[in-house]
C-alpha cells in the first residue's frame, strides 16, 4: 500500500516539475507583465519617497571628473555638479551655469567671468572665484592633497591651453589662453570643469572621488564603487531644489536586466534598454520611448598605415559595399540615420551632401577593388568590441564586403585587447563611434587631427594631406565667426571624404526610456548621454 | 525520508534504466544533425534576410528567424557541429590532464602530492576569464583557442576529484591487502584505482560537459571573442538573451538545444558508469 | 601528525599566493592595452597619456614594475585602481562582503537541495523519482547560467513581483555601512527594514546559483551512495534487521559526504571569483564583477589585489576541505 501511494504522488510531482520546467523555458518569456497604471506607478513612486532609478549601463569606481569612469559616473557628475557655463544640446548654445554672465576679449584669448551670487556647494560652502580656480589647477598640480596620477581628464576641458587662470576677487574668474579657442565655453560644461568644494578637497584628499561635494541640483548621499549612486535633492540649488526626491543611479551590467527592471517599476528613467523592446513598449501604459537626437556617429576606421588599408581605393571600395539601410535596420533597429560625414546633423557646419558618397554602390566598390591592384578574394580583418550592437554590425558589414571580393576574418575583443591592438598600430578595420560630449563641431572633428589625436584606428598622420587637415582643424577653433566657421567645417567633412579614413555607417538616434509615472524628461539632450535630471517631475 | 527500502539496488539493476537509452536516442540524433546538415534544411546557416527579421516560429522557419533574418533551425543544426567538437575536445583533454595529475597526487601521496595540489591551486584562483582573454587576444578568437581556454579551467576540478576518490580508493581494505602481497604501482592503479575512479569520473565527465557548453556561452556572454561566423549554440544563446522578451525563440531553440544535448549525455554516462562498475561486474 | 600537517599546508599558502600573483603580473603584461590605452583613444592626446603612464610607473622596464609590486604586496600594500585612484582595500570592502554572503547562501541552497534530491534518488524505490531527481539534476547544470538569471527574474520579478530585479537592497532604503556584511550590519543597528530588503533581494541570485550547483551535488551524492549500497554492505544489510539496514544507509551517505565537501569546497572558491554572470545579470555588487571590470580595463593593481585575495581564501578554504575528510570519515587519516 505504501508504495503505491508513493509512486503516485511522484508521479504527480514529475508531472508538476515537468510542466513548471517547461514554463521556465517557453512560456515565461512569452507572458506579459503584470498591468500596472501610470498612477498606479506614480503612487508607488510617491509612496518610495520619491525615488527616481535610473538605469547606467556602468558605474565607474570613482566620480573624479579628472579621469574617464565611463557613462555611469558622467551621469552621476552631470547630477550633482554644475559647470561655470551649460551647454544646450538642442541650440548648441553656451549657456549661464555657476557664471552668470562671461566677456571674451576681441583677441579671442581672455575670459573673464562674473560668478553668480549665493550658490554653495552641498557642504554649505560658498562658490567662490578662488573656489572655482582651485578645481580647475588641482588636477595639474601635483602638490594639491586631492592630486592623484594621471587626472588626462583636464586636457579635454582645455587646461593645456590654458596660460593663466586666476580669481579676480570672490566673484570674478579669467583666463587666459594660449590660442584662441572658439569651443572653450563648452568645453567648461564638460563633467572635467565643474567646481568642487575646496572644503572637500582638503578633507577627503586623493579619496574625494568616491566623496564628492559639488553645487549642482542634487548632492551625494552614498556611493558604492561600480555599484550605485544615490543622491539627494539639495535644498540649497541656485536653480531650487529638484522635484525629485532621491535620484539613483545604479549599474545595470545586463541590457535584459534593464529591460526586466524598467517593466518591474524598478528603474524609471534609461538609455540602455535594448532597442529590440521599443516596438512592444511603444504601446506599454507604463514605459515611455523618445527617440533621441543624432548626437552620435558610428563608423568604421581603416589603419592609413598598413599596406591594405593603406589605399585609398581598399577604402573607397569598403565605403562603397557596406549597405547602410540593413544595418541600421539589423544592427540597430531602425535607431540610425544614413550617415554624411565626420560631423552629425546636430553640429555647426554639418554638410548632407556627402550622403550620396557615405552610401552603397557595388558597381564603384568592383571598380575600386580592381583599381587597387590587390587580387580577391582579399583577406581583411575586422575587429570590434564585443558588446552593445557591435557583433550585429560586424556580420553585417562581413557579409557586405565578402560580396565584392574580400574575405573578411572577424576580431571581436574585449575593450582593453581592442584598444591595446589598435595602440600597437596592428588593427585593419575597427569599429567605433564617436558622442556629442560638447554641441561643437570641434568635438568630432578633432578626433582627425594628427598632433592631438594621432593613431587610434586610422593613423590619419601617415596621409599625405594630415598637415593640411590640421591647418583646417587648428583654423575651425581659431575662428568666433560662426559663418566662417562653417565653411571651415565644411571643408574638413570633404577632406575626410576624400581620404575615406573613416567609413560612415551610420548616425545612432539612441531610444530614451522612462516610466510613464515621470514628466518633463529631457529625452532630446539626454540622447547624448549627457542626462540631468534635475527638471523632472512625478506625473 | 524513508532509507530503509528493501534492497534497492539490487532491485534496480534488474529494471531497464529507460534514461541512458533515451540519452542516446537524442545523442544519435544531434551525431546525425552533425553529419547531415546540408541535406536537414533548405537554408544556409549564414544567408542574411533583413526584411526576414525576427520572425516568429512557422511552417517555413519552424524555429523562427533572428536578427538578420537567418533560419534559426538551420543555425541550430548546424551547429551541432560546433558544440561536438568544442564540448568534447575541451572535456577530453581536461580529463586526460586532471584526471592523471590527481590519480598521481593521490597515490604517491606525501610531498608529490603536495606539489601537485598546490599547483593545482595556482590553478584555479587564476580566473578562466583573464585566461580566455589571454588566450583569444594572442591567438585570436577561433574554436581551438576557446577550447583551450576552457580545457585549462576545468583541470584542477578534475584533478581534486580524482584524488579524493583516489585517497580513498587507496584507504580501502582490498588495496591495502593487494600492497602486503606485494602489488606495486602502475599495476595497483590499473588493477584497482582505475575502475573504482571511473564510475564518479564518468559522472564527473559529463556533468563537466555541461560546465564546457556553459563556459563557452558565458564566455562570450561577457564579450570575450567568440567568432560569431560560425553557427555556435552557445553563442546563439548569450545573443538571445537580450531577447527574451521581444523574440524568445531566438535563444529558446539552441537553449534547448544545448540544455537536450547535455540530459543526453549524462544519461548516457549514467548508463555506461552502469556498466563500468566493478561491484557490477561481480553481480553478472 | 596532523599539526604537522596543517602547518605544512600553511607554509605553502605564501607560495601559492605568490605564484598567482606572478602569473597574474605576467598575464596582465602580456595581453595588449594597458589601464591608460582604452581611453586615451578619445579623450586625451599622447603627451596626456604618456604622462599618465610615467605617473602610473608604466613606462618602467618590467622587472622594476615587478619588484614594486612584490615589495608593496609584502608590505600588506595592494596599492591603488590605476583608472580610478581608488585603494583597493576600499573596493575589496565594498565587492567582498557582497560576495561572500551570495556565496554562502547559495552553497546552503545547494547542499540542502542536493544532497536531499541526492539521496532520494539513490534510496528510493520509485523509478519515476529516481528519473525526476536526475533529469532536474542535469537541467540545472545545462541550462546556461545567464538563461536561468534572467528567466527567473522575468518569472518571479516582473510577472509575479515577489522579488527585485537587481541590486543588493532597494533604492531609496537607508542603512548604515559598519562591516559590509549587510545581515550583520542590520541586526548590529537594528534596521530591520533594511535587512528584509536585503534578504528580499538576495533570493533570486542565491538560488539561481544555488540551484544550478545543487544539480552537482545531486549527482555526486546518489553516486557515491549507490557505490556504497551496491558493494557488499548491501549483502551484509540483507542478511540483518532493518536497524542494520538504516546504519548501512548512514554509512552510505557518509560516503557521499566526501565527494561533496570536495565539490562544495571548490564551488565557493569559484564563486568567489567565478560568479560574475550571476552578479552581471542581479546587477549584484560583487568582487567577480570588481574582477572582471579590472580586467577589462587592464587596471593592473585591481587585477592582481583581486586575485590575490580570491586565491588566499581559496586555498584556506581547501584546506578547512582536507582537515574536514577525517573528522567524516575517520578511515581517512592525514597523510
Same mark, same amino acid.
Given at each position: ?10 508521479? =504527480? ?31 508607488? *513612486? #510617491? ?40 551647454? @544646450? ?22 575670459? /573673464? ?34 592630486? &592623484? ?15 593663466? &587662470? ?23 560644461? =564638460? ?23 559639488? *553645487? ?24 531650487? =531644489? ?7 543611479? =545604479? ?34 501604459? /507604463? ?69 550620396? &558618397? ?10 575600386? &577593388? ?81 598632433? /592631438? ?14 598637415? #593640411? ?10 575662428? #568666433? ?50 542626462? @540631468? ?7 | ?73 538551420? $543555425?541550430?543544426?548546424?551547429?551541432? $557541429? ?35 595540489? $598546490? ?153 555506461? $558508469? ?11 | ?24 603580473? +605576467? ?111 542535469? +537541467? ?196
Amino acid at each position: 500500500m505504501a508504495h503505491r501511494n508513493q509512486q503516485r504522488i511522484s508521479r =504527480r510531482q514529475l508531472l508538476q516539475s515537468g510542466v513548471s520546467a517547461a514554463g521556465l523555458f517557453a512560456l515565461a518569456p512569452l507572458a506579459k507583465a503584470a498591468k500596472m497604471t501610470p498612477q498606479a506607478l506614480a503612487a508607488a *513612486a #510617491q509612496a518610495n519617497g520619491g525615488v527616481l532609478v535610473f538605469a547606467a549601463e556602468s558605474m565607474g569606481e570613482t566620480l573624479e571628473p579628472g579621469l574617464w569612469n565611463g557613462f555611469g559616473s558622467i551621469h552621476v557628475t552631470d547630477n550633482i555638479g554644475e559647470g561655470l557655463i551649460r551647454s @544646450n544640446f538642442v541650440s548648441g548654445e553656451p549657456m549661464p551655469g555657476l557664471a552668470q554672465s562671461w566677456t571674451i576679449s576681441d583677441d579671442g584669448l581672455t575670459y /573673464t567671468f562674473t560668478l553668480r551670487a549665493g550658490a554653495t556647494f552641498h557642504d554649505g560652502t560658498p562658490v567662490t572665484a578662488p573656489a572655482v580656480v582651485r578645481s580647475f589647477t588641482r588636477m595639474t598640480d601635483d602638490t594639491d592633497p586631492s592630486y &592623484i596620477p594621471g587626472l588626462y581628464m583636464a586636457s579635454s576641458h582645455g587646461s593645456t591651453n590654458f596660460a593663466s &587662470i586666476e580669481a579676480l576677487d570672490d566673484t570674478t574668474v579669467r583666463i587666459v589662453l594660449n590660442a584662441p579657442d572658439a569651443t572653450q565655453l563648452h568645453r567648461l560644461a =564638460r563633467p572635467s570643469a565643474m567646481p568642487i568644494s575646496p572644503a572637500a578637497l582638503d578633507a577627503f584628499g586623493t579619496n574625494v572621488g568616491t566623496q564628492m561635494v559639488m *553645487a549642482g541640483p542634487f548632492a551625494l548621499e552614498r556611493f558604492v564603487p561600480g555599484q550605485e549612486a544615490v543622491l539627494r535633492a539639495f535644498d540649497g540649488y541656485y536653480g531650487g =531644489r529638484p522635484a525629485v526626491d532621491t535620484l539613483v543611479i =545604479r549599474a545595470y551590467p545586463d541590457e535584459a536586466s534593464i529591460l526586466a527592471a524598467l517593466e518591474a517599476g524598478e528603474v524609471q528613467f534609461t538609455l540602455y534598454a535594448p532597442f529590440t523592446a521599443v516596438p512592444r513598449l511603444r504601446n506599454s501604459d /507604463t514605459v515611455a520611448v523618445d527617440v533621441g537626437s543624432p548626437f552620435v556617429d558610428l563608423f568604421l576606421g581603416c589603419n592609413c598605415s598598413l599596406e591594405l588599408t593603406g589605399s585609398r581605393d581598399i577604402r573607397y571600395a569598403i565605403n562603397y559595399a557596406i549597405n547602410r539601410e540593413n544595418l541600421i535596420i539589423g544592427a540597430l533597429n531602425g535607431f540610425g540615420e544614413l550617415p554624411s560625414s565626420i560631423l552629425s546633423p546636430t553640429d555647426l557646419g554639418f554638410d548632407d551632401s556627402f550622403r550620396a &558618397i557615405s552610401t552603397q554602390n557595388l558597381e564603384l566598390a568592383a571598380q575600386h &577593388i580592381a583599381a587597387s591592384g590587390f587580387s580577391t578574394p582579399i583577406n581583411i580583418e575586422l575587429s570590434y568590441e564585443n558588446n552593445r550592437f557591435w557583433p550585429l554590425m560586424a556580420q553585417l558589414i562581413k557579409a557586405d564586403l565578402d560580396g565584392v571580393g574580400f574575405n573578411v576574418t572577424l576580431d571581436p575583443l574585449d575593450p582593453g585587447s581592442f584598444w591595446g591592438k589598435a595602440g600597437d598600430g596592428n588593427m585593419q578595420l575597427g569599429l567605433n563611434q564617436r558622442s556629442t560630449f560638447v554641441p561643437d563641431p570641434n568635438d568630432k572633428a578633432t578626433i582627425l587631427h594628427s598632433v /592631438t589625436s594621432p593613431g587610434a584606428l586610422t593613423y590619419h598622420e601617415t596621409l599625405a594631406s594630415a598637415p #593640411q587637415m590640421d591647418a583646417l582643424i587648428d583654423a575651425g577653433i581659431a575662428e #568666433q565667426d560662426p559663418a566662417a566657421r562653417i565653411q571651415i567645417y565644411r571643408q574638413i567633412q570633404q577632406l575626410a571624404i576624400d581620404e575615406m579614413m573613416y567609413v560612415y555607417l551610420a548616425y545612432l538616434t539612441p531610444p530614451v526610456f522612462y516610466s510613464r509615472s515621470l514628466a518633463n524628461v529631457p529625452s532630446d539632450s539626454a540622447s547624448s548621454g549627457r542626462v @540631468n535630471l534635475s527638471g523632472v517631475t512625478f506625473a | 525520508m524513508e532509507l530503509a527500502a528493501p534492497l534497492p539496488a539490487v532491485k534496480r539493476r534488474r529494471q531497464i534504466d529507460l534514461l541512458p537509452i533515451l540519452g542516446g536516442g537524442f545523442f544519435a540524433l544531434v551525431i546525425f544533425a552533425a553529419v547531415f546538415a546540408p541535406f536537414l534544411t533548405p537554408y544556409d546557416p549564414n544567408k542574411i534576410t533583413i526584411t526576414a527579421r525576427f520572425q516568429p516560429p512557422s511552417l517555413a522557419h519552424p524555429f523562427g528567424t533572428d536578427d538578420f533574418g537567418r533560419d534559426v533551425l538551420a $543555425r541550430v543544426l548546424y551547429g551541432s $557541429r560546433t558544440i561536438l567538437i568544442t564540448g568534447f575536445a575541451s572535456v577530453a583533454g581536461a580529463l586526460l590532464i586532471g584526471g592523471s595529475v590527481g590519480v598521481a597526487a593521490g597515490f604517491a601521496g606525501g610531498r608529490a602530492d603536495n606539489v601537485l595540489m $598546490r599547483l593545482m591551486d595556482i590553478m584555479l584562483s587564476f580566473p578562466a576569464v583573464l585566461l580566455a582573454i589571454l588566450i583569444v587576444a594572442s591567438l585570436g578568437a577561433g574554436l581551438v583557442n576557446a577550447i583551450v581556454a576552457i580545457i585549462f579551467s576545468m583541470i584542477p576540478n578534475f584533478a581534486r576529484i580524482a584524488r579524493a576518490r583516489t585517497i580513498q580508493i587507496m584507504e580501502e581494505q582490498f588495496i591495502l591487502a593487494s600492497r602486503s602481497l606485494g602489488g606495486y604501482g602502475i599495476w595497483l592503479i590499473l588493477r584497482h584505482v582505475l575502475p573504482n575512479l571511473a564510475p564518479l569520473m564518468i559522472v564527473q565527465t559529463t556533468a563537466m560537459l555541461a560546465v564546457a557548453f556553459s563556459l563557452s556561452s558565458a564566455l562570450n556572454f561577457l564579450g570575450l571573442g567568440v567568432d560569431p561566423s560560425i553557427p555556435d549554440w552557445g553563442l546563439m544563446v548569450s545573443d538571445g538573451q537580450r531577447l527574451i522578451f521581444d523574440a524568445p525563440h531566438v535563444g529558446f531553440f539552441p537553449g534547448a538545444a544545448i540544455t537536450l544535448t547535455i540530459l543526453s549525455v549524462n544519461f548516457l554516462g549514467d548508463g555506461l $558508469r552502469d556498466r563500468l562498475d566493478p561491484a557490477m561486474r561481480g553481480a553478472r | 601528525m596532523s599539526l604537522r600537517y596543517v602547518l605544512e599546508r600553511l607554509i605553502w599558502l605564501p607560495v601559492v599566493l605568490w605564484a598567482a600573483a606572478t602569473l597574474t603580473f +605576467l598575464a596582465l603584461r602580456i595581453v595588449p592595452g594597458n589601464p591608460i590605452q582604452s581611453v586615451a583613444n578619445q579623450m586625451l592626446d599622447r603627451a596626456a597619456m604618456e604622462r599618465a603612464l610615467s605617473e602610473w610607473g608604466l613606462d618602467r622596464p618590467i622587472h622594476e614594475q615587478y619588484a614594486a609590486f612584490m615589495s608593496s604586496l609584502v608590505r600588506g600594500d595592494f596599492g591603488v585602481s590605476m583608472s580610478s585612484g581608488v585603494p583597493l582595500s576600499r573596493l575589496l570592502f565594498e565587492r567582498l562582503p557582497p560576495t561572500i554572503e551570495l556565496a554562502l547562501v547559495a552553497l546552503v541552497i545547494s547542499t540542502v537541495i542536493g544532497v536531499i534530491a541526492g539521496v532520494i534518488s539513490a534510496a528510493t524505490r520509485s523509478r519515476w523519482l529516481d528519473y525526476s531527481v536526475r533529469t532536474f539534476a542535469v +537541467l540545472g547544470v545545462s541550462i546556461p547560467w545567464f538563461w536561468i538569471a534572467i528567466v527567473m527574474i522575468v518569472i518571479f520579478s516582473v510577472n509575479l513581483g515577489w522579488a527585485p530585479v537587481s541590486g543588493r537592497i532597494r533604492a531609496g532604503i537607508a542603512y548604515e555601512t559598519i562591516t559590509n556584511f549587510m545581515i550583520i550590519d542590520c541586526i548590529i543597528t537594528g534596521n530591520w527594514t533594511a535587512l528584509g530588503s536585503f534578504l528580499q533581494h538576495l533570493t533570486l541570485p542565491a538560488l539561481a546559483i544555488g540551484l544550478t550547483s545543487a544539480g552537482f551535488v545531486a549527482r555526486l551524492t546518489r553516486s557515491a551512495m549507490l557505490d556504497v549500497l551496491r558493494v557488499d554492505y548491501v549483502r551484509t544489510a540483507r542478511s540483518k534487521g532493518l536497524r542494520e539496514r538504516r546504519v548501512v544507509y548512514w554509512h552510505a551517505l557518509r560516503n557521499a559526504i566526501i565527494p561533496v565537501i570536495t565539490l562544495q569546497g571548490l564551488q565557493f572558491g569559484a564563486l568567489l571569483g567565478g560568479a560574475v554572470v550571476t552578479e552581471r545579470v542581479f546587477s549584484w555588487p560583487g568582487v567577480g564583477r570588481l574582477l572582471l571590470d579590472g580586467i577589462l580595463r587592464r587596471d593592473y593593481p585591481v587585477v592582481q589585489g583581486t586575485i590575490i585575495v580570491v586565491a588566499f581564501i581559496y586555498v584556506l578554504m581547501n584546506l578547512i576541505v582536507d582537515l574536514l575528510y577525517p573528522l567524516v570519515d575517520p578511515r581517512l587519516r592525514y597523510r
